[in-house]
């Protein structure tokens, strides 16, 4: 069983950065590929970024250019840099194992870090 627990977000202004965690416990950590997911209020869950075993990554349009995914198997985590945040970023943001071919999200959720981007 894989536990997930996210962390790292909090209150920023637009324009502003943050770096969220998730730390996995249970599994073997590295074989999987991993996406940062978020659900914003009344939306549904989407995916944000996603990285493989080999380190490839891929994003959703909307944040290309601005995040970055990135793991570290020695510590069983995953990072999401966020910068030049804007409102629209403001969610929940999840951390989980993606299925191919659609990085379908997989096992059980954790609690989730909460993201407001406001002035």
């Known amino acids: 069983q894989v536990q997930l627990v996210e962390s790292g977000g909090g209150l920023v202004q637009p324009g502003g950065s943050l770096r969220l965690s998730c730390a996995a416990s249970?599994?073997?950590?590295?074989?999987?590929?991993l996406g940062w997911y978020r659900q914003a209020p009344g939306k549904q869950r989407d995916l944000v970024a996603v990285?493989?075993?080999?380190?490839?990554?891929n994003y959703a349009d909307s944040v290309k250019g601005r995040f970055t995914i990135s793991r570290d198997n020695a510590k069983n985590t995953v990072y999401l840099q966020m910068n030049s945040l804007k409102p629209e970023d403001t969610a929940v943001y999840y951390c989980n194992r993606a299925l191919a071919p659609n990085n379908t999200p997989f096992g059980s959720w954790g609690q989730g870090t909460q993201v407001t981007v406001s002035s």
């Open positions: 990285i493989t075993s080999s380190g490839s990554t």
């Open positions: 249970g599994s073997i950590f590295s074989i999987y590929s």
